[in-house]
């Protein structure tokens, strides 16, 4: 593996960690700004969204650019705007600099995937976005459990000066050790085949839906389900970083040897098991303690490991498909956003309606959505050419 694919790494793990770095202050956050847990819940449908909108937006005008000049840009704009939303003065303005946010957000994550796909032989190529793709893992893991300590020690306006120092941190990587990336040719035609790969954009959204409906709301599930508050949700928050490498090992490698379809469905069938016993355990059917707290860590490990599966297989396909095209990717950004914002306010509405234990009940009922759809919807897998 080419070691400067590590360094776009760090740019996914800078982004991750922001984009749940408030997670486990959540209900300490609402409080403070005087919101309901599920009003501050969508500080993050607002950074998803603007993502998802703008994206393919950011991609097309920036298109032709360096792809190491577009994360440049990207992260120096990440940068400022953490720092803004730590001196935020209310909810209002906290939402527009979050918003805000997700915009740079767009700029650079698809611009590390043409860059570490251009950087990886073919061969490698699924194994290649499968390592950008984790730095989501190592946020979960390391940077977002950071912020829940921070936060608990000194507030939940620490979380966002740590995201801070994580893009500051990214940005010199970048700055100092990737290369020049050209920009992909432009594709003969100028278009995109819609019709042959709105099946993988689809399986992007319905698979980050399920799995963020319950995710943002990880601080009221660790709280109902294990009895656990406090700086130790961030152990339950790294759970998510643990299987989320799982996942984009057994991704990789399921991406380099062609997997398809049955890969999909068995990885979203996992993905309703773990949030079936996130319904179990936030209904108490184990004593309080290490079994129920086993139980919750179980169900995260899960859900991760499944969602990180699909991600290689999906994003592997999709650059085989456009050649990479910078268009195509920021699109691909875009429903994964549009699905963490579906999930952000389902998870917000069953919380406000319902209470904690319909979350995973909502998650649940988007993993079998999204399994039956992709039954149907999804490709078969192309027969190997004799």
Same mark, same amino acid.
Not at 238 to 250: C, K, P, Q, V
Not at 358 to 370: F, G, H, K, T, Y
């Given at each position: 593996m080419n070691p400067r694919i590590y360094v776009l790494?760090?740019?996914?793990? *800078?982004?991750?960690?922001?984009?749940?770095?408030?997670?486990?202050?959540?209900?300490?956050?609402? *409080? /403070?700004?005087?919101?309901?847990?599920?009003?501050?819940?969508?500080?993050?449908?607002?950074?998803?969204?603007?993502s998802a909108v703008l994206g393919p937006v950011a991609a097309w005008l920036l298109g032709r650019l360096d792809r190491r000049l577009v994360v440049i840009l990207g992260l120096s704009l990440g $940068?400022? $705007?953490?720092? *803004?939303?730590?001196?935020?003065?209310?909810?209002?303005?906290?939402?527009?600099?979050?918003?805000f946010a997700g915009v740079a957000g767009a700029m650079s994550g698809p611009a590390a995937s043409v860059a570490a796909a251009a950087l990886a032989p073919p061969e490698r190529r699924g194994s290649a976005l499968a390592m950008v793709t984790g730095g989501m893992t190592l946020a979960f893991v390391v940077g977002i459990p950071i912020g829940s300590?921070?936060?608990?020690?000194f507030g939940w306006r620490a979380t966002f000066v740590v995201a801070a120092i994580l893009a500051g941190v990214a940005l010199a990587a970048v700055a100092v050790f990737l290369p020049s990336v050209r920009a992909p040719a432009k594709r003969e035609g100028g278009r995109l085949d819609?019709?042959?790969?709105?099946?993988?954009? $689809?399986?992007?959204?319905?698979?980050?839906?399920?799995?963020?409906?319950?995710?943002?709301?990880? *601080?009221?599930?660790?709280?109902?389900? #294990?009895?656990?508050?406090?700086?130790?949700?961030?152990?339950?928050?790294?759970?998510?970083?643990?299987?989320?490498?799982?996942?984009?090992? $057994?991704?990789?490698?399921?991406? /380099?040897?062609?997997?398809?379809k049955a890969w999909v469905l068995q990885c979203i069938a996992l993905q309703g098991v #773990?949030?079936?016993?996130?319904?179990?355990?936030?209904?108490?059917?184990?004593? /309080?303690?290490? #079994?129920?707290q086993g139980l919750v860590l179980a169900a995260i490990f899960l859900a991760a490991t499944a969602l990180f599966s699909i991600s290689p297989v999906t994003q592997s396909r999709l650059v085989q498909m456009t050649g990479g095209a910078p268009v195509a990717l920021a699109l691909n950004g875009s429903v994964f956003a549009m699905g963490q914002a579906t999930g952000a306010t389902l998870g917000g509405a069953a919380l406000a309606a319902f209470g904690v234990p319909?979350?995973?009940?909502?998650?649940?009922?988007?993993?079998?959505?999204?399994l039956v759809t992709l039954t149907f919807a999804f490709p078969r897998d192309p027969k190997p050419v004799a």
């Open positions: 790494t760090l740019c996914t793990f *800078a982004f991750g960690s922001a984009a749940f770095i408030f997670a486990g202050l959540l209900e300490e956050m609402a *409080a /403070d700004l005087g919101v309901s847990t599920a009003v501050a819940g969508q500080l993050q449908t607002a950074y998803v969204l603007t $940068l400022v $705007l953490h720092l *803004a939303c730590a001196i935020a003065p209310n909810y209002e303005t906290l939402l527009v600099f979050r918003a300590v921070a936060g608990a020690m819609l019709a042959g790969i709105w099946p993988l954009y $689809l399986t992007s959204f319905l698979t980050f839906a399920a799995n963020m409906t319950l995710n943002l709301y990880i *601080a009221p599930i660790v709280r109902v389900g #294990a009895g656990v508050t406090g700086a130790g949700v961030a152990l339950f928050q790294s759970m998510i970083g643990f299987g989320a490498a799982m996942g984009l090992w $057994l991704g990789g490698r399921a991406a /380099d040897r062609g997997a398809g #773990a949030m079936s016993l996130h319904y179990a355990a936030t209904h108490q059917v184990l004593p /309080d303690g290490p #079994a129920t319909a979350i995973p009940a909502a998650a649940l009922a988007m993993s079998l959505v999204a």
